[in-house]
């Protein structure tokens, strides 16, 4: 065992750290406020590789691998966490897929340009009344020649009113329930797609969070990802690698939360000395900074673990619960160390403390993540 990054792994962090200090923490309080879509840093993330990080070369991405995508992720996170959703949809919930289960035509067609920063994909599972019980799904596929006909409605889809390509799951077959389900590659330009509302969120509002309809949306059978029955599969094992890149997302924001209290304490002065002097501040940051490690170690963990092949779900989900229960924790903690100004909007805390909600939310609740490990566990 060892616990260091190589070299390939601290160059990619420092680069993501720097760009990341750079381009995005000066104005991220501003993308927030203005509930601003980034497309300037969805640019510029797309020519440093960061939007297709672990895609192959090939197919027009970095070739970087899991433990990469993670540093990345929680750099950039730290400064913007509505950049890091932003990339991890692409990288993980869309790339990713199209990469396992697409043919060649697909990824070439699909997963090159997605890869390369010059379309932006997004994930549709979600439904009205299919949240955590993703297997209900309502939105339906109908095969019509030698086209699919879908119709339906998608709920809280990340990149929904921005993306180019989405990935779309639809029952073929109601009495089959999950092994129905099919998924497909839908091009936002499709006659029958809409973008019914974007959502008002409490966090990550630079990132647009979207209710999509599909109305008689014809798609061409060659846009069929993987096999018809197989697309329950396909959602399933493509979020257990999305929670690995919002686990890091949570630690991204733990970690600025973190440095901001830290910092904060060593200055800020109350009855005549430093508050970090008294014990009652020093023991939150000592608890801030243990949750922060062990999620960081559990949540590189996960990453290592899906590099090495075979199935990760029950690591990328204690990483995804742990490192968000804990993103709360210590944003809320930090939010304390501030007193009255880490409830102000001049400081960038209460940014952070509602930007680590939705990390227990969406991608599977902790609830969700206790039913994949506790169902894991108990089948050992
Ligand atoms: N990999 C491969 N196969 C898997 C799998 C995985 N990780 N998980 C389950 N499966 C397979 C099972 O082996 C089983 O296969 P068989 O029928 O062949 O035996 C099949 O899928 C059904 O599995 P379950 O019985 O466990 O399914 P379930 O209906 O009980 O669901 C669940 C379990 C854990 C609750 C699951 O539905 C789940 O994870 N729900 C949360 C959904 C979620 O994360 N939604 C987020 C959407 S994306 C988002 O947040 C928006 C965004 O844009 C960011």
């Known amino acids: ?109 699909f997963l090159k340009p997605l890869a390369q920063g010059k379309l932006l994909g997004a994930y549709c599972l979600s439904e009205p009344g299919a949240g955590t019980d993703a297997a209900s799904q309502s939105t339906t596929a109908k095969l019509d020649g030698d086209t699919w006909v879908l119709n339906g409605m998608k709920n809280f889809i990340t990149n929904g009113a921005n993306a180019d390509v989405l990935i779309v799951f639809a029952q073929t077959d109601p009495a089959l329930k999950h092994k129905g389900i099919a998924a497909f590659i839908v091009e936002a330009t499709a006659e029958g797609f809409s973008v019914i509302r974007k959502e008002e969120k409490m966090g990550i509002r630079a990132s647009d969070t979207a209710q999509l309809a599909f109305d008689n949306v014809r798609v061409p059978a060659d846009q069929l990802l993987g096999q018809v029955g197989q697309g329950f599969k396909v959602a399933m094992s493509t ?91 210590i944003t809320n903690e930090a939010v304390q160390v501030f007193g009255g100004n880490g409830y102000s909007k001049e400081y960038p805390v209460e940014r952070h403390f509602r930007d680590a909600k939705i990390t227990e939310i969406y991608e599977g609740t902790s609830e969700a993540q206790r039913m994949v490990i506790s169902a894991l566990e108990l089948k050992k």
């Open 239 to 329: 979020l257990d690698g999305g929670r690995i890149g919002i686990a890091s997302q949570a630690l991204g924001v733990s970690a600025a939360a973190y440095e901001a209290a830290r910092l904060y304490s060593l200055q800020r002065e109350q009855f005549g000395r430093p508050i970090a002097k008294f014990q009652a501040i020093q023991w939150k940051i000592a608890d801030m900074a243990t949750r922060l490690e062990a999620a960081r170690l559990l949540t590189w963990r996960a990453a290592w673990a899906k590099d090495q092949g075979g199935r990760y779900s029950e690591e990328a989900a204690m990483a995804k619960l742990y490192a968000s229960e804990a993103s709360h924790f």
């Open 1 to 109: 065992m060892q616990f260091e990054l190589s070299e390939q792994q601290r160059m990619i962090r420092d680069m993501a750290r720097d760009f990341a200090n750079r381009e995005i923490v000066p104005i991220a309080a501003e993308l927030d406020a203005e509930e601003r879509f980034p497309k300037e840093i969805v640019k510029q993330m797309g020519e440093l590789g960061f939007m297709g990080m672990n895609v192959p070369e090939k197919w027009g991405g970095a070739g970087l691998d899991m433990v990469c995508y993670a540093l990345a992720m929680e750099e950039v996170s730290r400064a913007c966490a509505s950049c890091g959703v932003i990339m991890s949809v692409n990288n993980s919930l869309v790339c990713w897929p199209l990469e396992t289960y697409g043919d060649d035509a697909q990824r070439e067609k």
